[in-house]
T-cell receptor, first 113, second 110 residues
Framework: GAGVSQSPSNKVTEKGKDVELRCDPI?????LYWYRQRLGQGLEFLIYFQGNSAPDKSGLPSDRFSAERTGESVSTLTIQRTQQEDSAVYLCASSLEGVGGYTFGSGTRLTVV | GENVEQHPSTLSVQEGDSAVIKCTYSDSASNYFPWYKQELGKGSQLIIDIRSNVGEKKDQRIAVTLNKTAKHFSLHITETQPEDSAVYFCAAEKDTPLVFGKGTRLSVIA
């Protein structure tokens, strides 16, 4: 596609429920990144994919968070047993590996009530 | 790992004046420094970037300078306009992924 697409744009969920966030990167971009941005804060790195592999999972906050990527395309970020502190905007970006210049999606605003 | 500090956290300028946002980084091996503009409903957009083999780069009203010795880089916006109002993030990268500063909220007052 022309840009990075994320869905849903907004998600309100009850504490304890699981949520799945989706990212469609720019076609041909080999690298895909997930960041989290809490209200008024900077971008916190979660995980990135090179192709379908995730070389660096060090940013995932807990074992409730997982992510996968298939076909070197779509990625899903899953948060199990959501907690109120998971409330944030989840941003996805993609890039051509080694070229720099990430292109970000508009994010998914997750609210856990 | 890399640590990026960004100042100021908020900045207000009169329309037509210049705005400067500064960032420092900790890892001298970092070699790529982009700046992103974040607006509500538009996501985060790359506005300018610089690599460590260059000291300055300009694109119309926007410029970025890099001082490798001091490990700091700055964003300069001249002749500011109301549509420049946004949150600006700096970032640094040695190896993937980018490490971001905490952002600067720029308000341009008409």
């Amino acid at each position: 596609g022309a840009g990075v697409s994320q869905s849903p744009s907004n998600k309100v969920t009850e504490k304890g429920k699981d949520v799945e966030l989706r990212c469609d990167p720019i076609s041909g971009h080999t690298a895909l990144y997930w960041y989290r941005q809490r209200l008024g804060q900077g971008l916190e790195f979660l995980i990135y994919f090179q192709g379908n592999s995730a070389p660096d999972k060090s940013g995932l906050p807990s074992d409730r968070f997982s992510a996968e990527r298939t076909g070197e395309s779509v990625s899903t970020l899953t948060i199990q047993r959501t907690q109120q502190e998971d409330s944030a905007v989840y941003l996805c970006a993609s890039s051509l590996e080694g070229v720099g210049g990430y292109t970000f999606g508009s994010g998914t605003r997750l609210t856990v009530v | 790992g890399e640590n990026v500090e960004q100042h100021p956290s908020t900045l207000s300028v009169q329309e037509g004046d210049s705005a400067v946002i500064k960032c420092t980084y900790s890892d001298s091996a970092s070699n790529y420094f982009p700046w992103y503009k974040q607006e509500l409903g538009k996501g985060s957009q790359l506005i300018i970037d610089i690599r460590s083999n260059v000291g300055e780069k300009k694109d119309q009203r926007i410029a970025v300078t890099l001082n490798k010795t001091a490990k700091h880089f700055s964003l300069h916006i001249t002749e500011t306009q109301p549509e420049d109002s946004a949150v600006y993030f700096c970032a640094a990268e040695k190896d993937t992924p980018l490490v971001f500063g905490k952002g600067t909220r720029l308000s341009v007052i008409a």
